[in-house]
């Protein structure tokens, strides 16, 4: 790897997108998870418009069997559009054509669902020896956060591998992958020492979670080659971060940007609940009645 490889501007993101949804059967027995909605757009939209909006131009979607749909979303339609059109219902079409016009999206299947470390090395080819974002469909962040500009920016000035991290509390930490960091003297950005995915809460070394969004150093390719099965007896992106972390010099090393701002899971059925009623509640077309209602809701909650 030469220094002038990594001198590249970040400009490349990989979406994994292959897993099987099996916390929402049945409504993803045909469905996607990613296409479910959160409130009227499927949640993949969100973090491509993130993704668009952070600058990167090039998108890779890591999809699988059944995916399908995923596709058909970001492409044209002409004969909707058409309809639309004809129909005058201009918001819609707006809306419709957003979706398709977003950015350059491109698709691979993972082949077999090996995890998620397997799922970014087949990112390989396509991305090349540039560092690179991962954003994780699960994971939302509030469309006023700048969250992976930040990443993108620390990634730029260290030229080394940028995750990044939130406080969650302890019992919540066997989720995630959580990390042992260290403070970088002048800088708003931590110094990842260790990474352990998905630890037993008396064995975490923090309480700080990796959330779903990294800005790689391409040399975690050559590391992923050579990871084997980890936590759940797959190949985990968080065991090939904690190799990149121990190494010194020009590929090795990771950062961690600590956010502090709004993020919304929609991993499980009832945090994705939360971030439809939490989104919703703030969109101008439906918040004002939604909080409205919440309130009174709320009160009959408190009664029964
Ligand atoms: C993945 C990562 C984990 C990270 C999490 C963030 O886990 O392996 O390190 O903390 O995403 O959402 P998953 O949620 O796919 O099990």
């Known amino acids: 790897m030469t220094?002038?490889?990594?001198?590249?501007?970040?400009?490349?993101?990989?979406?994994?997108?292959?897993?099987l949804g099996t916390r929402f059967l049945p409504a993803t027995k045909a469905t996607p998870k990613e296409m479910l909605p959160v409130v009227d757009r499927p949640a993949i939209q969100y973090v491509v418009q993130e993704a668009v909006d952070a600058g990167l131009d090039d998108l890779l979607v890591i999809t699988g069997r059944s995916k399908r749909a995923l596709e058909d979303h970001f492409d044209r339609i002409p004969s909707l559009e058409d309809q639309l059109e004809a129909s005058g219902k201009d918001k819609l079409l707006e809306a419709v054509q957003h979706a398709s016009d977003l950015g350059d999206l491109h698709y691979l299947r993972q082949g077999d669902p090996k995890g998620l470390g397997h799922a970014v090395l087949r990112a390989k080819t396509h991305v090349g020896h540039e560092p690179f974002a991962v954003l994780l469909g699960d994971d939302l962040i509030d469309e006023k956060e700048t969250l992976l500009?930040?990443?993108?920016?620390?990634?730029?000035?260290?030229?080394?591998?940028?995750?990044?991290?939130?406080?969650?509390?302890?019992?919540?930490?066997s989720a995630y992958g959580c990390a042992d960091v260290s403070v970088v003297e002048g800088q708003d950005y931590v110094k990842v020492n260790r990474l352990v995915e998905k630890p037993k809460p008396e064995e975490a070394?923090?309480?700080?979670?990796?959330?779903?969004?990294?800005?790689?150093?391409?040399?975690?390719?050559?590391?992923?080659?050579?990871?084997?099965?980890?936590?759940?007896?797959?190949?985990?992106?968080?065991?090939?971060?904690?190799?990149?972390?121990?190494?010194?010099?020009?590929?090795?090393g990771v950062y961690g940007v600590v956010f502090r701002g709004r993020r919304y899971d929609t991993g499980d059925k009832l945090s994705y609940l939360k971030a439809n009623i939490t989104i919703a509640s703030e969109r101008e077309d439906l918040g004002p009645e939604l909080r409205e209602w919440l309130v009174e809701f709320a009160k009959g909650l408190e009664t029964a």
């Open 3 to 19: 220094q002038e490889n990594t001198q590249h501007p970040v400009r490349k993101a990989v979406l994994p997108a292959a897993g």
């Open 205 to 252: 070394p923090s309480n700080l979670a990796i959330i779903g969004r990294y800005v790689l150093h391409p040399d975690v390719f050559e590391v992923l080659e050579h990871t084997g099965p980890g936590a759940g007896d797959e190949i985990q992106l968080t065991d090939a971060l904690q190799e990149l972390a121990g190494r010194d010099g020009e590929g090795g």
């Open 149 to 173: 500009e930040d990443m993108i920016k620390v990634q730029e000035s260290t030229g080394a591998t940028v995750v990044a991290l939130m406080e969650v509390p302890q019992e919540a930490i």
